[in-house]
């Protein structure tokens, strides 16, 4: 059951990000792709700062979505190099 849910979050996640980032739509993979590396990006970074958003599924979402949003900046930014 727990993939069912890491599979939600992460399509939650990865078109939250694409909405933020105002890029085209990814599709569901694309979506779900982004979300869950966003979710692994999100979680280091959030545990290596001492951050806690709180736990959930709501709070699953934010620290992935903020990952993923970071991640597609940093794929921006490389792309104009």
């Given at each position: 059951?727990?993939?069912v849910?890491?599979?939600?979050?992460?399509?939650?996640?990865?078109?939250?990000?694409?909405?933020?980032?105002k890029?085209?739509?990814l599709?569901?993979?694309g979506n779900?792709?982004?979300?869950?590396?966003?979710?692994?990006?999100?979680?280091?970074?959030?545990?290596?700062?001492?951050?806690s958003?709180?736990?959930?599924?709501?709070?699953?979402?934010?620290?992935?979505?903020?990952?993923?949003?970071?991640?597609?900046?940093?794929?921006?930014?490389?792309?104009?190099?």
């Amino acid at each position: 059951m727990e993939i069912v849910w890491f599979v939600i979050v992460g399509i939650a996640a990865g078109w939250i990000a694409g909405v933020v980032m105002k890029g085209a739509g990814l599709g569901l993979v694309g979506n779900l792709v982004v979300g869950v590396v966003g979710a692994l990006v999100g979680g280091f970074l959030f545990r290596a700062l001492g951050v806690s958003i709180g736990g959930g599924v709501l709070g699953s979402i934010a620290v992935a979505a903020i990952g993923a949003i970071l991640l597609l900046a940093f794929v921006r930014l490389v792309k104009r190099i």
